[in-house]
């Protein structure tokens, strides 16, 4: 493909937004001119050219008008009117009042729980509320459920943090110390049971981070699912209710899953309907399990920005003795990604503890009796506990 990109400069009218896609092995370039405009609730800086990389979907939305130019290899932008993002942000300023509320009252702020099929947006607006919230000095906990397309860490894995800076344009949210637990597949179905465990034990622990900071509890929690809303599938959306006390469902883009929610939760629970917007890009499960691929990529080598290479894997050779491999349910156990356990030793409930991260097992030699680790760190492994997840990652780049 030629890298010969074309400029193009696009003037947004008030309530207006930029939609474009780039395309596969392409990236794109945008820059503001004019105006003030934001993307998923981060302000752009004017004159600061932003990169996007292969793949990316980007809506840039100003409430006022501006002008911005993209570079492309190949163009796929058009601009749309009637976005629901009016919607969105007085969703935003109703919570923004239940965190004054529980400000004044020391109580708890919202625990918002957002919900719906795959694909309608939800960890699109789950960003937004987080970074309006983060922009009016809040410091929400982002709790992410979803195991297929997870945003904290790797796919595999239930995560949560406090958002306390909106989250970069090219680079996502810069989260602190997040708490990482190990499930080991992509789908909730997988293992229903252990899903709904780890789900308790997470809200436990959110329980415990809340009430030592008010800062926290006042801002309180956004709850991202996955889009597994049938069957057991709904009943999991109940149990996530029930376990973080969540106030508020949001719910995108089916009403047959707002009717049902409305009727089985418990009066003090507001459900909403909001609109989906017409901008969220479907996506097939060739390209679902290309993302997913893409994360773990990214773990491991940081994201991919103007070349920096600073980030990459360290090999490093382990004794058999120094470390014990476990799948939890049912191996093959060569390029899969494991999760590295905080437990002390494997009768210390190891499904209950945190992960200090993930690491994976590029090969093994038999007559040593030593296994090479790649970790994104150079030091020791720091527990020798390590839980098989289904991932596999073949360090092609090396
Ligand atoms: P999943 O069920 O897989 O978790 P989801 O419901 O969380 O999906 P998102 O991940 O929020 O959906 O959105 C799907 C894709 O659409 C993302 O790549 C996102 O960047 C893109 N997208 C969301 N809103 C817009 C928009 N207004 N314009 C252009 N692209 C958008």
């Not at 309608?120 to 000095?137: E, I, M, P, Q, W």
């Not at 699912?225 to 719910?251: Q, R």
Request: include cysteine.
């Amino acid at each position: 493909m030629s890298e010969e990109k074309k400029e193009e400069e696009y003037r947004l009218e008030k309530d207006q937004e930029l939609r474009f896609e780039v395309e596969a092995r392409a990236t794109a370039t945008l820059e503001l001119l004019d105006g003030m405009a934001e993307i998923f609730g981060t302000e752009l800086t004017k004159g600061k050219k932003y990169l996007f990389e292969s793949c990316s979907k980007v809506a840039v939305y100003t409430w006022h008008g501006c002008v911005v130019k993209i570079s492309f290899v190949t163009e796929v932008a058009y601009i749309a009117d009637g976005t629901p993002m009016t919607v969105y942000v007085n969703v935003h300023a109703a919570l923004e009042q239940m965190r004054q509320k529980a400000d004044e009252e020391r109580s708890r702020g919202p625990r918002v729980m957002v919900v719906g099929p795959t694909d309608v947006g939800k960890s699109t607006l789950c960003r937004l509320l987080l970074n309006y919230a983060a922009r009016l000095d809040r410091a929400s906990v982002y709790v992410d459920l979803d195991v297929g397309q997870g945003e904290v860490s790797i796919p595999g894995t239930i995560g949560a943090a406090v958002v306390e800076r909106p989250a970069e344009i090219e680079e996502g949210y810069s989260l602190n110390a997040p708490l990482v637990f190990h499930y080991g597949h992509t789908s909730p179905s997988s293992n229903y049971p252990l899903f709904k465990m780890l789900v308790s034990r997470m809200a436990e622990c959110v329980n415990k981070k809340t009430e030592k900071s008010k800062k926290c509890n006042v801002s309180g929690c956004i709850i991202n699912t996955g889009g597994w809303i049938k069957g057991a599938g709904y009943d999991s959306l109940k149990h996530i209710a029930g376990s973080f006390e969540v106030d508020v469902i949001l719910v995108l883009g089916q009403e047959r899953l707002y009717s049902e929610l409305k009727r089985d939760m418990p009066d003090f629970v507001n459900v909403i309907l909001l609109p989906k917007s017409g901008g969220v890009v479907e996506r097939n499960q060739h390209q679902r399990s290309d993302f997913r691929d893409q994360r773990v990529r990214e773990y491991f080598y940081g994201p991919k920005k103007n070349g920096d290479d600073s980030f990459f894997p360290h090999p490093t050779e382990v004794s058999y003795n120094d470390i014990k491999l476990y799948k939890i349910g049912g191996t093959n156990i060569l390029h899969h990604v494991f999760s590295v356990s905080t437990a002390k030793s494997i009768e210390d409930a190891v499904l209950e503890c945190n992960v200090y991260g993930h690491v994976v097992i590029s090969g093994i030699d038999p007559d040593k009796l030593t296994a090479t680790v790649l970790s994104p760190s150079p030091e020791k492994l720091p527990s020798s506990i390590l839980l098989l997840m289904d991932m596999q990652f073949m360090d092609i780049d090396m």
